[in-house]
């Protein structure tokens, strides 16, 4: 059997290759730069070929596909969540993606996303912060939920909006231990706090990432002061949601992509003609985002292609400097196009 | 770095493993092996959740993705269709695809499904004919349209079908010659023909398989005759058909998935409530089929998602047979599941 040709094979970048990519770039710097990209994606938003996610939905958990196209390059994401996985000691959230040319069809990347979703969905929050929060909004920051996701948003936060404190909460003792330890030493000031209450306290800026599968109310409206920003992470499917309905009535709500974050976000407690912002529009400069320094804004966060389209897109374009990716031979590629049999046959 | 642990590894079938482990089942044998794995699942069709494939259209192709469950299994295609790729000595169908736990939601199979589909394809155009033709319909059959799938429909229909004579034509001669020599010594008597008309002499079976992306007439009215099984393969998209509507409007249409062939088969050029019946319910007994031995009977074919996932789910059980597959890194697993960031700094 001949060798592969080159158009055979598809770059593929492992978990393992993943780590040292980012160790390569410094996470800080991976984490700005892949906010930048994020950033100028929704700056061109209009140019994207946009749909809600396909979710297969079971008793347990959904599998998704996000799919998205600039009309040059072509990604899409696969991705579960299993709240159930964890105590088997799974991931509840694990990822892949690829892009591929437009012109051909062909792929040009196969990406493990496990890792690369939290740092893209830590990017997008922090960007989001950067033009929602109010003035000084996101010196202080509470991370409610202190799990997988958690100390990606506090760097993210960090290396993007400048946050000096981050303030955790978790309702299990051991994940707050966890990040607390894995955040020390980073220019963070940690403080670890025994209640919700407690850790909202001189935070302008309140992250909720918290995993149940299910209706919860991780804030209730009492506890949300004038000028604070929400961004809440952890509400993604349907059924799950973090914030009391009130919070949501009295904030600024804005969103990534309305069609989807009407079916997976906080505001599927809403009625579907409950008025909500488009972030693109923020970042273009065709809203004017935060109405005013007393205002609650709220980023009701479901993650959406684009933004991974923007992470394989950086990812791709860093990691042709690195030589870290293998080839995988994925293509099948007859010296006649017509002739695919005849190369089977060939190959015995 | 630690190396990965087993539940970051994905079992990955590349286009020389795929090719191997054809040749080590045989391919007249994989082809029935394969209807039978089809003919299974169609059988207990209503257990899958079903949707349209998900299709990016741009002037010079389309992308697909086609996802399918059964409760257990979860799978999806990745597809493209770019007829313009032949001419840069591209395939103008590359596909991979992809299986997963519904429990976990974790991969366990990633496979080339170029060759794969072109395989499935042929076989699931084989069992339709086995079902629908007429009484010795499947002796002769003619293929119009001689590029890259056409061998692997004249050796599904011999395998499964006891074809015995496949009569070829394609309007470029150079394509007929390269499927003629690709056939020669493999149990058929293989006529090259002129013309479509010569290519349908005494054709029990019509298969078409051509791929212009335009609605084109292979077949006029005239040309077929009562009691012939049509098999149109090549019709698959929207714009693109290969049947003249008188032809449908006489014909009893077999579908695979109603919802997806309307926009995609060549019935979207009948009202949307023409009458057509679907294929998995004569294969589990639900539907009597064709109506007599004069009737014209045509298999709207535009695969869908079912297909894939039994052919994912065939390679499979079958690749654990072999050692064919490789493993891929592409799940990260952190040792404590809530310890994703720790992991990426460990790996240091």
């Given at each position: 059997m001949s060798a592969p040709s080159r158009l055979a094979l598809v770059p593929f970048l492992s978990v393992a290759g993943m780590m040292r990519l980012v160790h390569a770039i410094g996470?800080?710097?991976?984490?700005?730069?892949?906010?930048e990209e994020i950033e100028a994606d929704f700056?061109?938003?209009?140019?994207?070929?946009?749909?809600?996610?396909?979710?297969?939905?079971s008793d347990v958990g959904v599998?998704?596909?996000m799919p998205t196209s600039d009309g040059e390059t072509y990604g899409f994401k696969y991705v579960n969540?299993?709240?159930?996985?964890?105590?088997?000691?799974?991931?509840t959230v694990t990822a892949f993606g690829l892009l591929a040319e437009v012109e051909t069809g062909y792929p040009?990347?196969?990406?493990?996303?496990?890792?690369?979703t939290a740092l893209r969905t830590a990017a997008t929050s922090a960007m989001a912060a950067k033009w929602l929060a109010a003035p000084g909004g996101t010196g202080v920051?509470?991370?409610?939920?202190?799990?997988?996701?958690?100390?990606?948003?506090?760097?993210?936060?960090?290396?993007?909006?400048?946050?000096?404190?981050?303030?955790?909460?978790?309702?299990?003792?051991a994940a707050t231990a966890k990040c607390a330890a894995n955040l020390a030493g980073r220019g963070l000031r940690v403080v670890s706090c025994a209640t919700a209450e407690e850790a909202i306290l001189g935070a302008g800026t309140i992250t909720t990432v918290t995993a149940d599968k299910q209706y919860a109310t991780i804030l209730t409206d009492n506890m949300v002061g004038a000028g604070v920003h929400l961004n809440a992470v952890g509400g993604d499917c349907p059924g799950k949601t973090e914030l009391h309905r009130d919070i949501l009535l009295r904030s600024q709500i804005f969103v990534e992509y309305p069609p989807q974050t009407r079916i997976e976000g906080e505001i599927q407690q809403l009625p579907p003609d409950h008025p909500v912002e488009e972030l693109w529009q923020v970042i273009a400069g065709q809203a004017p985002g935060r109405r005013d320094a007393r205002a609650v804004t709220l980023f009701d966060s479901v993650g959406f292609a684009v933004e991974d389209f923007s992470a394989l897109r950086y990812v791709r374009r860093r990691l042709a400097e690195t030589g870290l990716a293998q080839q995988l031979d994925m293509i099948a590629d007859p010296d006649?196009?017509?002739?695919?049999?005849?190369?089977?046959?060939?190959?015995?």
């Open positions: 996470i800080e710097p991976f984490l700005v730069e892949l906010a700056r061109r938003w209009p140019a994207f070929d946009k749909t809600p996610r396909i979710a297969s939905h599998i998704e596909l969540g299993h709240p159930a996985n964890m105590k088997r000691g799974l991931q040009v990347l196969l990406s493990e996303m496990t890792i690369l920051m509470a991370l409610i939920g202190n799990g997988a996701q958690a100390e990606f948003q506090a760097l993210a936060f960090r290396a993007v909006c400048g946050t000096r404190e981050v303030r955790l909460y978790d309702i299990d003792l006649d196009p017509r002739d695919l049999f005849g190369m089977v046959m060939r190959a015995a």
